[in-house]
């Protein structure tokens, strides 16, 4: 395992401004005093680990992440237990996507226990920044950036940086019982293609989905719901976050088809479903029988998942002249079920059968 030089800050934040910055965190707006960064270079792979104060990077204006955007992140949690300690939650299912990402763009991997043990030393070191409130935690964004000076597109970057920093953050649509969101269904862009990033967490398909966010904001929505670019018929996933629809005590998810992303709270939520006596199932669902099947009843409830998002309602779908609910709008019972359900493991308040929770 590649090993971390630990340079504390010798100016962290004043507990009492910290103690301002926990009682309204928002979502990445603040970030702790310290962050992890490594390099990687062909010649001598990774090196120069280290935990150092939080602070900026100086790049050459020609550093290749600024052209041709190789670069992507992961987004994970460090949660204050029940007792007071801190706990990851599985922070194994992160490094091996932040792998999967890694080879599609042509990135160095990191072993899985670097990877980890890179985000245990900066939590434990930062860990006065975890909140104490329940549905609270610290959001924890591992990224890598290629830094080689170049504007040659001929080959990918020589030379990489990885990087990890922390940020308090209250729930992300706001904190309490979650409200039901209104999506909007695009029908002039698309997320993602065959063949394409969609399953890599690559920063490049964020950035092209702020159009059709505006559109969806412009129309009263909170959230882009992305059809597949091909048929353009099958519901896919949100911008961030999965998908998963309600049938009385069954769920389904749209199956991964290479242009969603895998989503370690999607995973969780269909390997606990079962657990709870509800029946969980991949598979695909148009957007007429989306409609078709809340105007008949026979779906009951939706709701998107995510790390920043962690399990939010779907009320009100709206498209280009259609708008419809699911079930009666309002946040459904096994949507609240799962989340007590998951939220209750995240935080030390339910049994973790599974050891999924990593203490730090
Ligand atoms: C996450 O859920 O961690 C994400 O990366 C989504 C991001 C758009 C906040």
């Not at 129309?219 to 670019?229: A, E, H, M, N």
Request: with cysteine.
């Amino acid at each position: 395992m590649i090993d971390f030089d630990i340079r504390v800050s010798d100016r962290p934040l004043p507990d009492a401004e910290r103690a301002e910055i926990l009682a309204t965190p928002g979502f990445g707006q603040h970030f702790t005093d310290h962050m992890i960064t490594m390099r990687w270079s062909a010649a001598g792979g990774w090196h120069d680990g280290r935990l150092e104060p939080y602070g900026s990077f100086t790049l050459d204006p020609a550093t290749l992440v600024f052209h041709y955007g190789q670069e992507f992140f992961e987004g994970m949690k460090a949660y204050r237990q029940s007792d007071g300690t801190i706990a990851l939650f599985r922070p194994e299912a992160n490094a091996e996507r932040f792998n999967r990402s890694a080879r599609r763009m042509e990135m160095p991997e990191i072993p899985v226990e670097t990877f980890v043990r890179a985000l245990e030393l900066l939590v434990s070191q930062d860990r006065a920044w975890v909140p104490s409130t329940f549905g609270e935690s610290l959001y924890l964004r591992p990224f890598m950036i290629a830094t080689q000076r170049t504007l040659a597109f001929t080959q990918p970057s020589t030379s990489y940086l990885f990087c990890v920093i922390a940020s308090p953050a209250t729930a992300y649509f706001g904190g309490g019982t979650p409200r039901a969101l209104t999506v909007w269904l695009s029908e002039d862009y698309s997320r993602a293609a065959p063949g394409g990033t969609g399953f890599a967490k690559a920063g490049g398909n964020y950035a092209g989905a702020y159009a059709a966010s505006r559109q969806a904001v412009e129309q009263g929505c909170d959230q882009v719901v992305w059809l597949d670019s091909t048929e353009r018929r099958w519901v896919e996933e949100m911008g961030g976050m999965n998908l998963f629809f309600g049938y009385g005590e069954r769920v389904m998810t749209p199956s991964l088809t290479g242009t969603l992303l895998p989503g370690v709270t999607r995973d969780s939520l269909l390997t606990l479903a079962p657990r709870l006596g509800i029946e969980a199932e991949e598979g695909r669902i148009s957007i007429g029988q989306w409609r078709k099947e809340c105007e008949s009843g026979v779906m009951t409830e939706a709701f998107a998942c995510g790390t920043a998002a962690v399990m939010a309602p779907v009320g009100t779908v709206r498209g280009v002249a259609k708008q419809w609910l699911v079930g009666d709008g309002r946040p459904g019972p096994v949507t609240l079920r799962l989340r007590e359900e998951l939220l209750g493991i995240q935080y030390g308040r339910r049994p973790d059968p599974l050891s999924w929770v990593h203490p730090v």
